[in-house]
Structures are given as structure tokens and as C-alpha cells.
């Protein structure tokens, strides 16, 4: 049996306690834009058991929005304005499952500062990437968290990388 073609990552969903606050923050932070809006707070929210097992929502998680927001060339994001009786807090590079997500720029300075006054928190200031198999002179990483606390990363790598010289795969920002 051969395996589906897979073309690439479609888009991230995010949830966010405000959905208009949040679309506010990706236009201003990364110029966001938004490809449409599902439904939102003046539409009869989505909830009950066959929505909890779809998605694997608490019981009486309830969505009052949804959102599509396009970003840059990368997979878009999606907006989810969720409320439940049970709602953790953001998950730290340390939990299990995905933990972040990483927005490829070619000025990382520039993007920090952009997203820091548009009201997100940079962990530190962009530093060189640790990696042996990602260094270069000029490539860069910043880990940054946005108003709710979801974790994002900022990364540059205008320079060669060693890992180039052990195989022919490339980072969707290397190919060609």
C-alpha cells in the first residue's frame, strides 16, 4: 500500500479567550489577515456531546467563534474563541505535545520588536541558534509568548547550514 501524498502543514489552530482581541494581535504583530470568520459571537455557539467527541473538547466547552487568518507564505491560523468549566493553561516547552510554533523572518529584530508592541513578551532577546547543525554567523531564534501565552518563535537563518552537508532534505525555508 503506497502512502497518501501529504502536501504540507495546513494551518495551526490556536484558541484564545477573545477571538477579536487575538485577530487584533496577529494583524498588528505579524500583518495578519483574516481569510474569513466561520461564525462569531452573534451566532448560536457550537456545543454538546457530538461536538466534545469530534474535537475532543471538555464536556460543556462551548466555541463561540472561529476564525482564518493567513500569515506570510507558511500555514495559516486558526482561531478559536472557546469557553469550558475545565481550561488549562498554555503548555510550556516542557509538556507533552505541540508547544509552539515557529514564523520564519528575515529581519528578527525588526519582528520582536513589531510583536512586542503589539502586546506579546519576548522570553529573551534574538540570540544565536545553539545548534551545531543550524549555526551560521547571522542565524538567529527568539522564543516570544503572545497575550493568551501560547508560545511562538521567531527564526532567521540567512546562512549555510551544516545539516546541508548530511542530506539532500530541506527546511521549507531552504528549498528552492
Known sequence: ?????????????????DIEAAKSFLAEAFGGQLI?????PQDPPRQGPEFERAVGAFP????RAQAMVKIGTGPDIELFEMHGPEQAQPIRASDF???????????IDASVERFQKAGGT????????PYA?????????CYCRMPWGTTM??????????YHDETDLRRWQDED
Open 1 to 17: 500500500m503506497t502512502a497518501p501524498v501529504i502536501r504540507g502543514v495546513n494551518h495551526i489552530g490556536i484558541t484564545v479567550p
Open 36 to 40: 474569513y470568520q466561520s461564525f462569531g
Open 60 to 63: 460543556g466547552t462551548i466555541v
Open 97 to 107: 505535545g505541540i508547544t509552539h510554533f515557529a514564523l520564519y523572518t528575515d529581519d
Open 122 to 129: 519576548p522570553l529573551t532577546a534574538p540570540r544565536a541558534i
Open 133 to 141: 547543525t543550524e549555526k551560521g554567523p547571522r542565524n538567529k531564534v
Open 153 to 162: 518563535e521567531f527564526i532567521t537563518t540567512p546562512d549555510r547550514m551544516a
